[in-house]
């Protein structure tokens, strides 16, 4: 072999390799390239490896000349690696007939979910006056859905609350655990959690084996709160929620409570609004009454304040509990909270 060897041989190596290189259009015809000629078994690596096995006259001039080739080949190949990449988008044209001149298509964007604007818009009303939001678990036990809300087995405030059972028993043959009702037992897990002072806001969503209609759904959203603190008064719960109306309905809106029954608070109350459609002269969306309820509240009972721990001569506190989906479809005019569950774009895509 190595008498083979001339310079005149390694010239048309070189010239030969070039030639079909010029040719080739792939990455991977390319690197096919490189190690035929420049691999370690390559044609013109075996022709450097040889020279040392020839006479010394030629040894020096095929050596030079077959470094030379050697460093032009590399060269060659990094040049067409480089062109072959930049030229990827148009080869990509070419190969697919993309047209590169048409615009390109929108991607559309998506939008908050008309129920997660509202729950935010409430809780930045209630972030605005010092509360914190905190959230808590879906399932629940039985203890702090109604227990710890002053609502023991058997007290007939349970059968407001249609509720959904995990099918589970404990050594009693009880079922301990269910979907959460409401977000009211969130008010003894925080206060279980911490000293006063509480300022709490909870949204989530709540559960119920209902069946649904234009206003109840057997799933929805609750936004819960609690203030706990050494001398809070009834008119810091009328505060509060007076400023929250007017932030959420706008700065001309009355308010009105009248007593209501929640067996965790004492005095509880229900809360309304004057109707922001009729300005409270009565039309459809108030059912002619010019009031439409929003709420529940109350002073925190004490034996909830008690069965977390709290010594309830010194703390008191005010609670509340609202639809979210309800305060929607009042401000929005919606007639079906099944609408906010039933992923219609049409209906979507106007919030
Ligand atoms: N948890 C009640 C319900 O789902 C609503 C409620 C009423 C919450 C009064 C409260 C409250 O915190 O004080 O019907």
Redesign the pocket.
Known sequence: MATEITAGFVEVLGREALMELDGLNTLEALEDWRVSYLGRRGRLTTILRAIGSLPPEQRRTVGALGNQTKTLLEERLAIRLQALKESGVSRLAMEEQIDVTLPGRAISAGRLHPTTQIVREICDAFVAMGFQIVEGPEVEWDKYNFEMLNIPRGHPARDKFSSIWIDYRDQGGEYPMLLR????PM?ARVMERMRPPVRVIVPGKCYRYEATDATHEWHFY?V???AVDDGITFADLKGTLYEFARRVFGPERRVRFRCDY?P??EP?VDMAIDCFACQGNGCRICKESGWIEIM???MVHPRVLEGVGYDSSKYTGF???LGPERIAMLKYGIDDIRLFYSNDLRFLRQF
């Open positions: 009702t409401h977000t009211s008010q609750q819960e709160g609690l929640f965790f608070v509880g529940g509240a109350g609670a509340f509990g």
